[in-house]
Each structure stands twice: as structure tokens, then as C-alpha cells.
């Protein structure tokens, strides 16, 4: 499942675009993420406003509802197996507790700014971003293996075992989630965070899940959403036409990753940087 707003601040036009894996943890980001956003925006007004600390606190108020969330209809039956969530070493002794069950998500979150755009992502989703001359990933995914989380979670009394990839404990393929839980303190839900000034050169933003990254190289995507966006840019009044080959766009994606036979879920977010923020 994915999720699209658009949420503009008093005095900051701005948009947001979020995606989210599916399942019931993605319902209640749906619902709440960019209210969040929206809120921890709105009370830095007037301030120079500082987008990682912002970001960092915004997915940490998502990661703590989503607890209180999952463990809202629990039994008090479950306390013993959360007492002994944290000392499990591998795949085969780790007994989830009941309310954890696939609850965990991947997040990544674009806000577009007339001047700016910022990235942060928590998990394997990825945001690239296409210009004229050049292909830009903005973010980096969170793999166990990837050698500063591999670290951190080695740190923190953690191990990743290789079972049908690189795993914390053997679990989950990912090193940052919203949710999972069962998983921390290893899995952490803090994101990092991405400023890139906008150019005159910018055509277009991507933002998927792994399951397109995994068969689909950042240009190959790239190159496709260029050939759907060759009409020139919509004006405005005709707003919906570039909206239509974004959403275009996303389902080539998509048609293009299970034809590659991805495995993974696939979501995509395209997004038209050709118009003026103020026009969307």
C-alpha cells in the first residue's frame, strides 16, 4: 500500500508524499504520518526549522503509536514472552510475541519545497531522484549487511545471520523499521534524513519499495519514466494531465518489476518536479 497527501503549512507551501509496505501497520501510518509531519512542521514556524531533528522526532512519535497501537487489545498473558524478546540470538529460539506478528514497515518520506527537497527514509525503500544529465539516489537502504548498520547492530548485542539473505537474528531482511517491535533495540525506527537544493534540471522523483529496486536498476526507472513523461508539462489548467502520467508512470513500474518476477512488494510514487510546488 502507498500513500499520497498533499498538506500545505501556513506561510510554507509544501507537499508530502510517503510510502509505506502493506499489512496493518501500513493502515495507521496511512492515517497518521503526515499529521504528524504536518504538526511537528507547524510548531517550528517562525524558527529556522531543522528538518533531521524534525524527522527524527516525527518517526519516533509513529514508531511509539504504533506500539501503543499493537499493544492496545494484548492479554497480560504475553509479559513473559516480552521479557525475553531481547535475549534471542537467532531465527530458530526467537518466539515473537503475539501483537508483533508482521507488524513492521518500511517508511520513506518526500516533502517538496519550492527550494528544497527532503528525504528520510526508515528501511529498503528507496527515493531517486532524475535530472537532465544525471541519475541521484537520495537515499541509502537499510540493510543488516550494510557495514555501519552491521555495527550498530553488533553493538547493541544484536547478530545478523545469513538465512536467504543478510538478517537481523535471522528475521527481518531490513535494519530500520517502523514497528517490528519484537526486533529492537536492533531494528531502529530513527530515519536518515536527505536535503537537496532544487535546480532548474530537475524532471522527476521516485519513490518505491524494494520490490521494484530489486530487479530495476535506478536508470533503468529512470529512463522509463522518462519516455512516459515526454509530453511537456501540464499548466495550470490542466493540472491532472501530469498527475495522470505520474500515476502512468508508477503502474509501468510496477507491470515492469513483476514481469522481471520480483518477489517483494512493489509500490511506487512518481513525482512531476517540472511544475512550480505552488501549482500541485
Known amino acids: 500500500m502507498l500513500c499520497y497527501s498533499q498538506k ?11 510510502l509505506r509496505r502493506p499489512w496493518l501497520l501500513s ?15 507547524e510548531s517550528e514556524l517562525g524558527e529556522s526549522m531543522e528538518w533531521k531533528t524534525l524527522m527524527q522526532r516525527s518517526f519516533g512519535r509513529m514508531d511509539e503509536e504504533v506500539k501503543e497501537y499493537c499493544h492496545h487489545d494484548d492479554d497480560d498473558d504475553d509479559d513473559d514472552d516480552d521479557k525475553n524478546k531481547n535475549t534471542v540470538s537467532c531465527r530458530c529460539k526467537l518466539q515473537t510475541p503475539r501483537q508483533y506478528d508482521t507488524v513492521g514497515s518500511t517508511a520513506l518520506v518526500a516533502i517538496v519545497t519550492p527550494h528544497q527537497l527532503i528525504i528520510s527514509n526508515c528501511g529498503d525503500s528507496r527515493a531517486v531522484l532524475c535530472r537532465k544529465t544525471s541519475v541521484l539516489p537520495l537515499s541509502s537502504d537499510h540493510k543488516p549487511d550494510r557495514p555501519d548498520e552491521l555495527s550498530r547492530i553488533e553493538s547493541r548485542g544484536g547478530r545478523v545471520i545469513y538465512w536467504d539473505g543478510a538478517r537481523v537474528l535471522g528475521v527481518l531482511a531490513m535494519s530500520r523499521a517502523i514497528g517490528d517491535g519484537y526486533l529492537k533495540p536492533y531494528v531502529i525506527s530513527e530515519p536518515e534524513v536527505v536535503e537537496v537544493d532544487r535546480t532548474g534540471e530537475d524532471e522527476f522523483l521516485i519513490l518505491a519499495t ?15 519514466v522518462r519516455t512516459c513523461m515526454r509530453a511537456p508539462p501540464a499548466s495550470t489548467s490542466s493540472l491532472s494531465g501530469s498527475d495522470k502520467t505520474c500515476s502512468d508512470a508508477s503502474i ?6 513483476m514481469a522481471k518476477h520480483s518477489s517483494d512488494n ?9 511544475r512550480d510546488v505552488t501549482e500541485l
Open 8 to 18: 500545505s503549512t501556513p506561510n510554507s507551501p509544501s507537499l508530502f508524499w510517503g
Open 27 to 41: 493502515l495507521r501510518c496511512e492515517n497518521r504520518m503526515h499529521e504528524i509531519l504536518k504538526e511537528e512542521i
Open 266 to 274: 512493489i509500490s511506487v510514487v512518481v513525482i512531476d518536479l517540472r
Open 210 to 224: 524494494d520490490g521494484l529496486w530489486d530487479v530495476v536498476s535506478n536508470e533503468t526507472a529512470c529512463d522509463v
Open 252 to 257: 509501468v513500474l510496477t507491470k515492469l518489476a
